[in-house]
């Protein structure tokens, strides 16, 4: 096993420190038996290897990495709005915009600009994103 060392702010390393704490104050309250006590160190590495799992995941479904092709990426929320029962016109009186703009970005004829798609992600009730778009395979 490899070590390493690494400096922090005092800032930082109190932020480290009540996390750490929180962490451990939460696994306690969620199980009584539980005995652990995290260290920094425990959270630090945790954290890490948390942030190292999700960059694998990116490239597991980055269509960019091995294919030249331009990805078509598609929206489910039409989905996400059935199942909240939300109307395509009451999201366009939010947003101020004609149900048919709203309509053609739910049924994947559009994609809208970053702006529009998280007022939508907002209206929606802020989904988890791999939840909002998906990667059309051939």
Not at 45 to 69: C, L, R, T, Y
Not at 72 to 78: D, L, Q
């Amino acid at each position: 096993m490899k070590e390493i060392t690494i400096q922090l702010k005092d800032e930082t390393y109190n932020q480290l420190k009540e996390l750490t704490e929180l962490e451990n104050l939460i696994n306690r309250h969620r199980d009584k038996n539980r005995h652990d006590n995290y260290k920094i160190e425990d959270f630090v590495v945790g954290s890490v290897i948390d942030k190292m799992e999700q960059i694998s995941h990116f490239d597991a479904i980055n269509p960019f990495m091995e294919n030249s092709q331009q990805p078509v990426i598609k929206n489910r929320f039409k989905e996400i709005a059935k199942k909240k029962n939300i109307y395509i016109k009451d999201i366009a009186e939010q947003l101020d915009m004609q149900p048919p703009n709203i309509s053609k970005i739910f049924n994947n004829v559009s994609q809208p600009r970053l702006e529009l798609f998280i007022k939508l992600w907002l209206v929606l009730g802020r989904p988890p994103l791999h939840e909002c778009i998906y990667i059309e395979e051939d």
